[in-house]
């Protein structure tokens, strides 16, 4: 049974007084509405780690995780996170690959192989995230472009390596575009991805990786994609800094 996971990225948002306030909302809700079998994850801006962690303490279906990491052990590196650093905290997961870090920070896949080897030698989650731009989807060559990315990324690493990793898929083109990407077009890529990890380590470790949707996944969308045979859950934005609509995302299995 693949695990269920609803993970809010907060981005650069929110300063220390209302990311306490969101993170206590979402608490106090779960606490009154428990949520079953899901693993919800709350992924802030690295400051706001400490406090987080403390608040959501004692809530087992609440777990901390982190939007990036550096590549690098430790050192001269000024401004960088290490994945040691983030496992000190009490994170337990960290996204890797966000498609804002793909674009706007030129992270390339050989850069986030070495990002995924630091977050798993720190026994860190990592939620590695693929995903199409419009001109990619629009040429109809999105399934090799992301099994590209998936590939050059992470078909270095074992079997035993590979099963501990989480996977997001972003639709790019459908994100801030005006264009929508449907539930069947979530499932279509979702079962690309699936595919693409059972033709490299089998069927058995394939099925068992939860795969994420990452598109604009609200209350009133999040039933029918996450009812999907691959869509595992979802990577969450802009409703993750609403309590109750992330919280609503969360009870939509």
Same mark, same amino acid.
């Given at each position: 049974?693949?695990?269920?996971?609803?993970?809010?990225?907060?981005?650069?948002?929110?300063?220390?007084?209302?990311?306490?306030?969101?993170?206590?909302?979402?608490?106090?809700?779960?606490?009154?509405?428990?949520?079953?079998?899901?693993?919800?994850?709350?992924?802030?801006?690295?400051?706001?780690?400490?406090?987080?962690?403390?608040?959501?303490?004692?809530?087992?279906?609440?777990?901390?995780?982190?939007?990036?990491?550096?590549?690098?052990?430790?050192?001269?590196?000024?401004?960088?996170?290490?994945?040691?650093?983030?496992?000190?905290?009490?994170?337990?997961?960290?996204?890797?690959?966000?498609?804002?870090?793909?674009?706007?920070?030129?992270?390339?896949?050989?850069?986030?192989?070495?990002?995924?080897?630091?977050?798993?030698?720190?026994?860190?989650?990592?939620?590695?995230?693929?995903?199409?731009? !419009?001109?990619?989807?629009?040429? =109809?060559?999105? *399934? $090799?472009? %992301? @099994? /590209?990315? !998936?590939?050059?990324?992470?078909? =270095?690493?074992? *079997? $035993?390596? %590979? @099963? /501990?990793?989480?996977?997001?898929?972003?639709?790019?083109?459908?994100?801030?575009?005006? @264009?929508?990407?449907?539930?069947?077009?979530?499932?279509?890529?979702?079962?690309?991805?699936?595919?693409?990890?059972?033709?490299?380590?089998?069927?058995?470790?394939?099925?068992?990786?939860?795969?994420?949707?990452?598109?604009?996944?609200?209350?009133?969308?999040?039933?029918?994609?996450?009812?999907?045979?691959?869509?595992?859950?979802?990577?969450?934005?802009?409703?993750?800094?609403?309590?109750?609509?992330?919280?609503?995302?969360?009870?939509?299995?």
């Amino acid at each position: 049974m693949r695990k269920k996971i609803v993970a809010g990225n907060w981005k650069m948002n929110c300063l220390l007084e209302e990311g306490q306030k969101l993170t206590s909302e979402i608490v106090n809700m779960i606490n009154d509405e428990p949520i079953k079998d899901v693993k919800v994850i709350l992924n802030p801006p690295f400051v706001h780690l400490h406090g987080v962690k403390k608040l959501i303490a004692g809530v087992d279906t609440i777990a901390l995780g982190a939007q990036n990491c550096s590549d690098k052990d430790a050192g001269a590196y000024t401004g960088e996170t290490s994945a040691a650093m983030l496992a000190s905290f009490g994170a337990e997961f960290v996204i890797i690959g966000h498609s804002e870090r793909r674009a706007i920070f030129n992270e390339s896949n050989e850069l986030l192989t070495e990002k995924t080897k630091q977050a798993l030698s720190n026994n860190l989650t990592p939620i590695f995230c693929c995903g199409e731009p !419009l001109e990619i989807r629009e040429a =109809g060559t999105h *399934e $090799d472009y %992301v @099994k /590209k990315q !998936l590939t050059e990324s992470l078909f =270095g690493f074992s *079997e $035993d390596e %590979v @099963k /501990k990793l989480v996977l997001a898929y972003e639709p790019i083109w459908a994100i801030g575009t005006g @264009k929508t990407a449907s539930s069947d077009q979530a499932q279509e890529m979702h079962a690309a991805i699936r595919q693409h990890i059972t033709s490299k380590y089998g069927k058995a470790v394939a099925e068992g990786i939860s795969i994420l949707y990452g598109g604009s996944c609200k209350p009133d969308n999040a039933k029918e994609i996450f009812s999907k045979a691959d869509v595992d859950g979802g990577l969450i934005g802009g409703a993750s800094l609403k309590s109750r609509d992330f919280v609503d995302i969360a009870k939509s299995f």
